[in-house]
């Protein structure tokens, strides 16, 4: 007798009079029944928040480990830290404040008397330009020597102990054998703290101006 006669004989009103084969075939169909509900009704909610959990776990793992290598490395941040704000001193010396900006126009000019350079024109201008902490001022140069000497005239500008550099340099034949240097030295001052202040409220103003007419 195959399986289908018997399918076909049996009374499933009475299970217990069910075949074996029969028996067991209808409690595995029945099994993966119950276990599909079960997933579906429930398991696969809580199979979802299991792998959020697993995310969760995942990334707090890499955050302690990224804050365990930053405090192991806590000593040597603090000394890089230590070199940087020692490096930001030392340049800042390098920059003269308002009072001190009279005496560096002072060193540039001697600078050019120094190697018998002819001052031709020094004007600084009066309008500075503005930087987050520092401002530039330039003063147009004209000066006549000979090749030697306004070379060693750029060298001693570069070796001021305030930061002092040349631009739009342009050089040009004079009277007897002798030439003419035009340029532009650009001195720097750091700015104080009611300049900065001044400074940021300008700032602030124009951007509520700007905002005023993007309104309107």
């Known amino acids: 007798m195959n399986v289908l ?3 076909r004989r049996i009374n ?3 299970p217990g009079s069910w075949p074996a084969a029969i028996k067991a075939g209808a409690l595995a169909l ?5 276990l599909a509900a079960g997933y579906f009704l429930d398991w696969e909610e809580q199979w979802m928040t299991l792998e959020q959990v697993q995310e969760e776990e995942n990334t707090l793992r890499n955050t302690f480990l990224a804050k365990k290598t930053s405090a192991v490395n806590l000593d040597a941040l603090r000394q890089q830290l230590a070199d940087v704000q020692k490096t930001l001193g ?3 010396k390098q920059l003269p404040n308002k009072s001190e900006l009279d005496a560096l126009l002072v060193d540039i000019n001697r600078a050019g008397l120094g190697r018998g350079l002819q001052f031709e024109l020094f004007k600084p201008d009066t309008r500075e330009t503005f930087r987050d902490f520092y401002a530039e001022l330039p003063v147009a140069l ?6 030697h000497d306004i070379g060693a005239f750029a060298s001693d500008v570069a070796q001021l102990p305030r930061i002092v550099t040349l631009h739009d340099i342009e ?9 003419i240097l035009n340029a532009t030295a650009k001195t720097f001052r750091y700015l104080d703290d009611d300049e900065i202040a001044e400074r940021k409220r ?6 509520k101006q700007k905002k005023s007419k993007g309104a309107s």
Not at 30 to 34: I, S, T, V
Request: proline share 6%; aromatic share 2%; charged share 30%.
């Open 142 to 147: 004209r000066v006549t020597g000979n090749y």
């Open 5 to 7: 006669e018997e399918l």
């Open 12 to 14: 499933p009103s009475e």
């Open 90 to 92: 030392t340049l800042l």
């Open 202 to 207: 300008e700032e602030a103003e124009k951007n």
């Open 30 to 34: 029945l099994l993966a029944a119950l």
């Open 171 to 179: 050089i040009m034949p004079g009277k007897d054998h002798q030439l």
